[in-house]
Nanobody, 120 residues
Framework: QVQLVESGGGLVQAGGSLRLSCAAS????????MGWYRQAPGKQRELVAV???????NYADSVKGRFTISRDNAKNTVYLQMDSLKPEDTAVYYCNARARTIVTDFRGYWGQGTQVTVSS
């Protein structure tokens, strides 16, 4: 199994910044994509940003130019630097990783979520 532990959420004023971290642990053999999703109240969970092993990234249009995803493969950790935050960025942010372990083939895993609240 793989455990994903997120940190870095909180309350920030509009225009401010936050940095989320997500550390993966467990009997991991290989990890491909790592990413961040978010879910606002009453809305579906949506992709925010994803990064694959080679470093290729993809962002939701709503966060392009404001958010930056990165990863440290040695630490199995993914980061999301969020700048110029807007009230509409308020949501629970979930880490997702696709990994292969010593007992399972590649499958997706989710973190428990971390709340990000942006006040106007």
């Amino acid at each position: 199994q793989v455990q994903l532990v997120e940190s870095g959420g909180g309350l920030v004023q509009a225009g401010g910044s936050l940095r989320l971290s997500c550390a993966a642990s467990g009997s991991i053999i290989s990890m491909t994509a790592m990413g961040w999703y978010r879910q606002a109240p009453g809305k579906q969970r949506e992709l925010v940003a994803v990064i694959i092993g080679g470093g290729t990234t993809n962002y939701a249009d709503s966060v392009k130019g404001r958010f930056t995803i990165s990863r440290d493969n040695a630490k199995n950790t993914v980061y999301l630097q969020m700048d110029s935050l807007k009230p509409e960025d308020t949501a629970v942010y979930y880490c997702n990783a696709r990994a292969r372990t010593i007992v399972t083939d590649f499958r997706g895993y989710w973190g428990q979520g971390t709340q990000v609240t942006v006040s106007s």
